[in-house]
């Protein structure tokens, strides 16, 4: 791995890491932390594999309230680097995708914890009017959010392949498989989590017409979407939630009527 390869993982990872508590880009989720990394390690195609199976996974990972849902970030970038480095397949890329998002998870929990103190800090500065005092408490918590995906990569791509693939070669395959598994099911709790908030329920005979097509048939994912798109033009043009209202038309004498009428008034 060049200089250059290991100081663009590190700047994704920060990115990475700021992005899961600012949630405006959305660069923490998989599908876009994955395929980056993938592009910097010369394997676009496994990342974007990678990334878009992970992101089906975290679509039920969301925080409520207190509960931290497992780090989508650390999981997304140092998944994608083990992978592609090791030559490992997507399947074990889920495994070490959930390992790794637990263990995010209680260190995103740390670090927010710890954040605790510059919020005080923040708010002293508030009351005494320092906006560059309140600038730099943010900028510092952000920054720890960054270092909290950084450390974690800057060790992985420091270890050797050799190193690495022995350490997972040594994970036992009961272990791989059950994350494997457990991995496959959240994913379907996840997906049946976002149509349950999605609410659309005339929309539903679509879904299950594409998910027997898809099942049914040979079709790739470029066909299944041409043809998703291609229904909903369809039912835009059927619906007739969708049609312009035409103007009601007159009736013949109704016209004439009123031409009757103006005369009379413009005698009158």
Known sequence: ?????????????????????????QTHRPLVACSLVGWVLGDITTGVILGGTLEMMALGWMNVGLAMAPDTAIASVISTILVINTHQGVGEGIAIAVALAAAGQALTIFVRTTTVFLIHRADAYAEAGNMRGIEIM?????????LRV???????????VDSVQVMLNGIPSVVTHGLQIGGGI??????AMVINMMSVKYLMPFFFAGFLMAAFTSFNLVGLGGMGLVGALLY?????????????????GAHSQVAVNDEDDLDA
Do not use: R
């Open 186 to 191: 959240i994913v379907v709790v996840g997906y």
């Open 138 to 146: 943010h900028i510092t918590a952000l920054c720890f959010q960054a």
């Open 236 to 252: 835009m043009q059927l619906n007739p939630k969708y049609q312009p209202k035409a103007a009601v038309a007159a009736p013949a």
């Open 1 to 25: 791995m060049t200089t250059l390869q290991i100081v663009l993982l590190l700047l994704i990872a920060a990115i990475t890491g700021m992005g899961s508590v600012l949630d405006e880009g």
């Open 150 to 160: 950084m450390i974690p990569t800057f060790v992985v791509v420091m270890m050797s």
